[in-house]
C-alpha cells in the first residue's frame, strides 16, 4: 500500500490502459482523506477530463445537491471514481480499463477506511458490490463487506435524463442518512 503521495504520484503519470493516450488530465479523486464516507462514480465526463477534479459537470452539480439534502458536503466525504481517466465520448469503461485501474481505487479505500461506500451507479456497484448488480432493483439496498457497509444509488447522470428516478433516490438517501448518524463518528 502506498501513502498518498506516492500513489497521487504514480496515479498521475499512469500508462497502464489505453486510456492514457486520450486523457487530457487524470482525475485522482478528492475530498476528505479522514472520510467516513466514500462516494465512487464511474469515470472522467468532458468537465472532468479537462479540470481534473471529479463531478464538476451537470452531474457534479446535481451531485452536490443530493449531499446537500442529507447534510453532506465535498468537505466531508471523499469522491473517486472506478477509472481516473475518460472514457473516449463518455462510454462506459471496458472491464481490463477497470481492471487496469482498480489498484488505485483499493489503494484509496485503504488510506481512507471509510465505514460507508456509496456506488453512484451500475458501473461501481457491479464491480465493488456484485457482478450480477441490478441498479434498477437493487438501488438503495446495503451489503457489508470486510466491514465496511455498502450500498449503490442512480449516478446523477441517470437522474439528469429521467427525473422519475429522483423520488426512489431521495429514499436512498435518507436511508444513506439514516446509517450515518447510526455508525459514523464525526459529527455530520
Ligand atoms: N461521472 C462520473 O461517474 N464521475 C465523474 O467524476 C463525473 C461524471
Redesign the pocket.
Known amino acids: 500500500m502506498k501513502d498518498w503521495e506516492a500513489l497521487r504520484s504514480e496515479c498521475m503519470s499512469c500508462q497502464n490502459c489505453g486510456l492514457a493516450e486520450t486523457r487530457t488530465n487524470v482525475?485522482f479523486g478528492e475530498g476528505n482523506q479522514e472520510a467516513e464516507v466514500m462516494f465512487i462514480?464511474?469515470?472522467?465526463?468532458e468537465q472532468?477530463d479537462r479540470t481534473g477534479r471529479?463531478?464538476v459537470?451537470r452531474?457534479?452539480k446535481l451531485l452536490d445537491e443530493m449531499l446537500g439534502m442529507i447534510g453532506l458536503d465535498r468537505t466531508k466525504i471523499y469522491i473517486a471514481?472506478m477509472v481516473k481517466c475518460r472514457p473516449p465520448k463518455n462510454r462506459d469503461p471496458l472491464p481490463a480499463e477497470q481492471e487496469a485501474c482498480i489498484g488505485y481505487l483499493r489503494n484509496q479505500v485503504a488510506l481512507i477506511r471509510p465505514k460507508i461506500i456509496v456506488c453512484?451507479?451500475r458501473v461501481a456497484a457491479v464491480k465493488l458490490i456484485r457482478s450480477d448488480f441490478k441498479i434498477t432493483k437493487e438501488h438503495g439496498q446495503w451489503v457489508e463487506k470486510a466491514g465496511v457497509h455498502m450500498t449503490a444509488i442512480y449516478?446523477?447522470?441517470a437522474l439528469l435524463r429521467d427525473p422519475s428516478k429522483r423520488p426512489d433516490t431521495f429514499a436512498d438517501l435518507k436511508a444513506i442518512q439514516a446509517r450515518i448518524q447510526e455508525i459514523c463518528d464525526h459529527t455530520y
Request: glycine share 38%.
Open positions: 482525475v462514480g464511474e469515470g472522467p465526463g472532468e471529479p463531478f459537470g452531474g457534479g471514481n453512484l451507479g449516478h446523477p447522470a
